[in-house]
């Protein structure tokens, strides 16, 4: 098993503890349609605090629409989210104020510099300070790009500002649609070392969405595989690995979206 | 709701837009000035003196915010949707109708800003081309330097809010829109229209775009507060519904990009 999974296992926290304890972050019965088609089908996930949850699946199988309604982007047709037991629904900036996320590419002003960008976020969560900024720009690799305009970052610049932006309110749960999507091999490696040091480091919770397997055995701790908006199973990789010899997540995958 | 303020208008000074729009204004207001000869039978205007500027080109101003407040929203609501920075603040505990709110409180600084800088730079150029003068001609008379300074900060202040009506207009097209350039021509379209409907006397005293030019003159030189009543009522009644119309559906919204 490669180092970095046991890293993220090692910090695995609630979700090796068992299944009793309050989800970080579950979906109940989720269920969203656009123009009559189901993209999500009665989604029920469950993410335990300590967690790398990779979910998978291929294009246009409703990854992005299910992160759109965890972070309150877009409407449930039905169904609720709920962050650390708190509704979404009912009491959005309770529930949000534990999340920080990237949706789909990381946009920001790009006449504005990756300092200034950040400073504007900054202002609108409670207690974030300037020093605050730096650190977290300093924690990605930007504190060297910081006073930049953004339009001069690269795709893999852009994707750490956007964690750094996840990060500045100190959350327990970050939400990431595709973060190494569109970068080159040494910008994904950047990337996914970020996350399991953030993972391990910082006792952060994060919910990964992504089509690239081989990323995702690397980072995760448990993973969830949704086909047509419907979940296909969820399960933790190292019991997962425990049944199966030549356990690859690969393997695993593509067994269970042919059945 | 301050500090979304704060980061709009961070965000309105640090763009090009504002002041091409006030370059804009000089340069019209020149084009203007520059060989205008008072009483030539080409021209409406008849004023003589530098002063009498401002508060006699009052519909050049209308004009310019017709354009510019289309542009402002287009930018500030559509174009950030489509760029995808708008969820930036939706994903902080902030409500979609505190950053809606911020945002027409910035339309405000900003319909604020362009009016006074109109009137530094008519006062400017027209003293430039035709010099201070003796006094402030309006309505047919002429009022000491002092009262028409009055009248001039009185119309520009009145006229701010049917600006803002039709800035609430153009927010519940931006709402809707996908695009920034669909709610740009279509603000435009509408109310070049609507400018059109200004000679139909029957519909002219309800349409936003006439009380963005006469509203003022319900008010100035002396108050009718029957007609400033009427006129305020009507623009009340747009407001009321263009603002519950605009935050309902922004509460909606699906950020799809």
Redesign the interface.
């Known amino acids: 098993m490669l180092a970095a999974v046991e890293i993220a296992r090692s910090k695995g926290g609630a979700s090796m503890a068992g299944n009793q304890a309050t989800p970080l972050l579950e979906t109940r019965h989720l269920t969203k349609s656009f123009r009559g088609r189901k993209i999500v089908d009665d989604l029920n996930i469950r993410v335990m605090k300590g967690d790398v949850y990779g979910f998978l699946g291929r294009n246009g199988q409703g990854k992005t629409t299910t992160i759109r309604m965890l972070t309150g982007l877009i409407f449930p047709d039905s169904g609720d989210v709920l962050i650390n037991g708190i509704s979404l629904r009912k009491d959005f900036k309770r529930a949000i104020a534990h999340v920080g996320a990237i949706v789909e590419t990381p946009a920001f002003h790009d006449y504005l510099t990756g300092y200034e960008n950040l400073a504007l976020m900054a202002n609108l969560a409670p207690g974030v300070t300037k020093s605050r900024v730096r650190e977290v720009l300093d924690i990605v690799g930007l504190g060297g790009r910081a006073r930049d305009k953004v339009k001069t970052y690269s795709l893999g610049m852009k994707q750490r500002l956007g964690i750094a932006n996840a990060l500045l309110h100190e959350p327990e749960l970050i939400v990431l649609d595709e973060p190494t999507n569109g970068l080159d091999p040494q910008g994904m490696r950047e990337i996914r070392e970020l996350i399991l040091r953030l993972a391990s480091g910082k006792n952060i919770t994060f919910f990964i969405s992504s089509h690239l397997l081989h990323e995702m055995q690397e980072m995760c701790n448990r993973i969830g595989i949704i086909q047509n908006g419907r979940l296909l199973m969820e399960g933790d990789m190292r019991e997962l690995a425990v049944k199966a010899d030549d356990f690859s997540l690969e393997k695993l995958y593509f067994e269970t979206t042919r059945s | 709701m301050m ?2 303020l ?2 709009e208008l ?2 309105l000074f ?2 090009r837009k504002l002041y091409v729009f006030a370059a804009i204004m000089i340069a019209i207001l020149i084009l203007n000035l520059y060989g205008y000869v008072p009483g030539d039978s080409m021209v409406v205007w008849t004023f003589r003196h530098g002063q009498s500027v401002p508060l006699n080109t009052l519909d050049l101003l209308s004009q310019f915010m017709v354009i510019f407040i289309p542009i402002f929203l287009g930018d500030s609501v559509t174009n950030e949707y489509r ?3 708008l ?9 979609r109708s505190e950053l809606l709110g911020a945002k027409l409180a910035s339309l405000f600084v900003f319909v604020v800003i362009m009016v006074a800088f109109y009137v530094a730079a008519a006062y400017a150029v027209g003293t430039y081309y035709l010099g201070w003068g003796d006094g402030t001609e309006y309505a047919g008379s002429i009022v000491s330097s002092p009262e028409g300074i009055r009248l001039t900060l009185a119309a520009v202040a009145l006229l701010i809010l049917p600006f803002m009506i039709y800035g609430l207009f153009v927010t519940a097209i931006a709402v809707l829109a996908g695009s920034m350039s669909f709610t740009i021509i279509s603000a435009l379209v509408i109310m070049t229209v609507a400018l059109n409907l200004n000679a139909v006397e029957a519909v002219a005293p309800w349409s936003p775009a006439y009380q963005m030019v006469y509203y003022h003159e319900a008010f100035i030189p002396e108050p009718d507060w029957s007609l400033a009543l009427k006129r305020t009522g009507i623009l009340a009644l747009y407001a009321a519904i263009l603002a519950l119309f605009s935050f309902r559906m922004f509460r ?1 919204k ?4």
């Open positions: 500090n979304l704060g980061n961070y965000k640090r763009t760029r995808g920075t969820k930036l603040p939706l994903l902080r505990p902030v409500r909606k699906e950020m799809l990009y």
